[in-house]
């Protein structure tokens, strides 16, 4: 009778872990396809500026998540955002920040854009498109100077720039360090320009393990030369390396130009990790894995990682005792696509078919190589 209760425990156990993959997958997913943008509308009356601006808000959310998942290069297919699609496209929003008199009306809106529809778009029109999210890349902006390379002194009118420039919400979140004592003392501008393993694994122990991208700029009288690298620390020889020049406009400020320059070099890390995760879904299949865990908390670790991958489209938990858990991962994509995505939510796929081992590990995989371009 006690096996029985057993037995019937550990099944629940089981049960409830694969319900809590299941709900954790989809909210997973669902950050990818949620899309916040600052709307602001005059109008008549304030419930008209208010519609208005939810209308308009919609149109640039759906432009920025088309962002987010394509190429620049295929967009052109992508429907136009008509109040019909959107209707279909959008299961619901929420508010921040709300200000508004008797004929404006200002807030923050989040649309909640149904993951699925969205891909059926794609598809129909032939559009590829990536849903892998990367690591945050924690960006070190190294001005070029004269007397040498500027990481936290001033001035260095690069990393302002970075602070000031409106990042695009992509499948690569950028962050920029906090540039306190710590950070001072974890990675100068030469550790930072030559790449130094040691004082990169430093500083991004600060933040939760990210990667980081050392964006470099050799400012001219009239443009900037930039070289932007991503490190994946404690993996040195993974690194990925995009160079650009740009010039400044007639007219133009030198803190809007380096804006521009910002934003030019964002756009080829994001660019570069779309091409580099399109989901092709000609490929795809199942691979059953080994995942050592000493306790239940190790599983459900892996377990919540694992959710958030949208290329696998199922976990199944075959067994779990004290010691490892085998599931079997059913995934779209190819198996090289699938380790990227394993590893930038920290995870080690290892072995061959007859005996993949699926661990935890700090450091990430290698990225693919880079490319140059001139604006």
Do not use: C
Request: overall charge neutral; charged content about 20%.
């Amino acid at each position: 009778m006690k096996r029985v209760r057993l037995f019937a425990r550990l099944a629940a156990a089981i049960s409830m872990l694969m319900l809590g993959l299941s709900v954790a997958s989809a909210a997973g997913r669902a950050d990818i396809f949620n899309v916040s943008v600052p709307v602001d509308a005059t109008a008549a009356s304030a419930n008209a500026a208010r519609e208005a601006a939810r209308v308009d808000g919609q149109r640039h959310a759906f432009a920025a998540l088309i962002e987010r998942l394509t190429l620049a290069r295929d967009r052109g297919k992508v429907p136009a955002p008509t109040d019909a699609l959107l209707n279909d496209l959008v299961q619901g929003f929420e508010v921040a920040n709300e200000r508004r008199s008797t004929v404006r009306y200002l807030a923050t809106y989040t649309f909640q854009f149904r993951a699925d529809m969205v891909e059926r778009m794609l598809r129909d029109k032939g559009v590829p498109f990536a849903e892998t999210p990367s690591k945050p890349l924690l960006v070190l902006a190294v001005n070029d100077a004269a007397s040498g390379p500027v990481l936290w002194s001033e001035p260095n009118p690069w990393r302002d720039a970075w602070t000031a420039a409106s990042l695009p919400q992509g499948l690569v979140p950028l962050a920029l360090p906090r540039g306190d004592a710590a950070d001072v003392a974890a990675i100068d501008a030469e550790g930072a320009e030559g790449g130094s393993d040691a004082k990169l694994r430093a500083i991004v122990a600060h933040y939760s393990g990210n990667d980081v991208l050392v964006a470099r700029a050799s400012l001219k009288a009239n443009g900037a030369d930039i070289t932007a690298t991503r490190f994946v620390p404690g993996n040195p020889g993974g690194e990925q390396s995009w160079v650009a020049s740009y010039s400044t406009n007639s007219g133009e400020n030198k803190a809007d130009f380096l804006v521009r320059a910002v934003l030019g070099t964002a756009r080829q890390v994001q660019e570069a990790w779309i091409q580099a995760n399109i989901i092709d879904y000609s490929q795809g299949g199942t691979l059953t894995a080994t995942v050592p865990a000493s306790d239940l908390q190790s599983w459900i670790a892996v377990r919540d990682r694992l959710a958030s991958i949208p290329s696998i489209q199922r976990t199944d938990l075959n067994s779990l005792d004290r010691n490892r858990a085998v599931v079997t991962l059913h995934f779209v994509g190819g198996q090289a696509q699938l380790r990227s995505a394993l590893a930038q939510r920290d995870l080690d796929l290892n072995g061959s078919d007859a005996n993949f081992v699926l661990v935890r590990h700090a450091a990430g995989a290698a990225a693919p190589s880079g490319s140059s371009s001139s604006q």
